[in-house]
């Protein structure tokens, strides 16, 4: 069954910093262009940042440029996100999937910031 698994979430004050990351599972992750999105609370689910499957392009959505950074560890077969100076407005559930959302949806990992 193809699905990631995502971790890496938490509870952190504004400002701060997380690292969630994806394990793959199931499928040739080396073969696919991913991305991250996330669901707010009461919100419907959103496209955040991309990366192709040689790690060489990166796309993000505007308002979570230059705060996220989108990686990829394809031996360990491992998607990153890099998040810093959180806001209030980034809480929310993040996902992984493949850029056509082709996966079986993961449980996601939440992130909660605080003011």
């Known amino acids: 069954q193809m699905h990631p698994m995502e971790s890496g979430g938490g509870f952190v004050q504004a400002e701060g910093s997380l690292r969630p990351s994806c394990a793959a599972s199931?499928?040739?992750?080396?073969?696919?262009?991913m991305s991250w999105y996330r669901q707010a609370p009461g919100k419907e689910r959103e496209w955040i940042a991309s990366?192709?499957?040689?790690?060489?392009?990166?796309d993000y959505k505007k308002s979570v440029s230059g705060r996220f950074t989108i990686s990829r560890d394809n031996a360990l077969n491992t998607l990153y996100l890099q998040i810093s100076r959180l806001k209030p407005e980034d809480t929310a559930v993040y996902y992984c999937?493949?850029?056509?959302?082709?996966?079986?949806w993961g449980q996601g990992t939440q992130v909660v910031v605080s003011s």
């Open positions: 999937n493949d850029v056509l959302m082709s996966l079986n």
């Open positions: 199931g499928f040739p992750f080396s073969n696919r262009d």
């Open positions: 990366i192709d499957q040689f790690n060489d392009r990166t």
